[in-house]
């Protein structure tokens, strides 16, 4: 069975720093490029980045560029988004979802084949 699972998600003043991560299972995580999508209250779904299956590249939004960061450990199936600078605006269900194969941009949601359920993340101004 496939499944994602989001976690790390919490409150955060404004400024500060958050890592949420996605813990994958049921498929070899290394085939996979990864991608993070979000979604805020009363707001369309988001893509906000993707780290790539083949050699590892990574995209991101240009509302996240140069504050995010994306990593995966193949060896821990765990995909990581690292949030820095945060701002009230980047708050959101966060979610991970995952393509077979590469990626090339953040992509659209229909580009992914499995979902994870969510972790919130909040940031306080």
């Known amino acids: 069975e496939v499944q994602l699972v989001e976690s790390g998600g919490g409150l955060v003043q404004a400024g500060g720093s958050l890592r949420v991560s996605c813990a994958v299972s049921g498929f070899t995580l290394a085939e996979y490029s990864i991608g993070w999508f979000r979604q805020a209250p009363g707001k369309d779904l988001e893509g906000v980045s993707c780290?790539?299956?083949?050699?590892?590249?990574?995209y991101y939004a240009d509302s996240v560029k140069g504050r995010f960061t994306i990593s995966r450990d193949n060896a821990k199936n765990t995909v990581y988004l690292q949030m820095n600078s945060l701002k009230p605006e980047d708050a959101a269900v966060y979610r991970c979802?995952?393509?077979?194969?590469?990626?090339?941009?953040?992509?659209?949601?229909?580009?992914?084949?499995?979902w994870g359920q969510g972790t919130q993340v909040i940031v306080s101004s």
């Open positions: 979802a995952a393509q077979r194969g590469t990626c090339q941009t953040v992509g659209a949601p229909w580009e992914y084949d499995y």
């Open positions: 780290i790539s299956s083949s050699d590892g590249s990574t």
